[in-house]
């Protein structure tokens, strides 16, 4: 089974940084796809970025472009979000999650609805707040 684990959240001020890693095991083949989520409380879990791992595509909300970079580094099976240019309004908690491979060949899509087929592993949430 796909096993992911978040990390990296934390207390930051108003424009600055963090990185969060999403640590991913037990991928069968190396062709799937990741994608980081956020829910912020009383709101619905919302795509934040994401990106395939073969040819590293990537996606990102509007609400970040800009200011957030999605990488990946596959010797390390993991992947990363930079988030610059913080707002209050990124306070989260951050999840990632794992497309399946057999999803990610059919469509050559990465995910950014948590609800979408083919979603079938989640980490546990990291915590990210800004303050103003």
């Known amino acids: 089974d796909v096993q992911l684990q978040a990390s990296g959240g934390g207390l930051v001020q108003v424009g600055g940084s963090l990185r969060l890693s999403c640590a991913a095991s037990?991928?069968?083949?190396?062709?799937?796809?990741i994608g980081w989520f956020r829910q912020a409380p009383g709101k619905e879990r919302e795509g934040v970025s994401c990106?395939?791992?073969?040819?590293?595509?990537?996606y990102y909300a509007d609400s970040v472009k800009g200011r957030f970079t999605i990488s990946n580094d596959n010797a390390k099976n993991t992947v990363y979000l930079q988030m610059n240019g913080l707002k209050p309004e990124d306070t989260a908690v951050y999840y990632c999650?794992?497309?399946?491979?057999?999803?990610?060949?059919?469509?050559?899509?990465?995910?950014?609805?948590?609800?979408?087929?083919?979603?079938?592993?989640w980490g546990e949430g990291t915590l990210v707040t800004v303050s103003s």
């Open positions: 999650a794992a497309q399946s491979s057999a999803v990610t060949i059919a469509t050559n899509t990465c995910p950014m609805d948590p609800n979408s087929y083919g979603v079938d592993a």
């Open positions: 037990g991928f069968t083949s190396d062709e799937y796809a």
């Open positions: 990106m395939t791992s073969r040819d590293g595509m990537t």
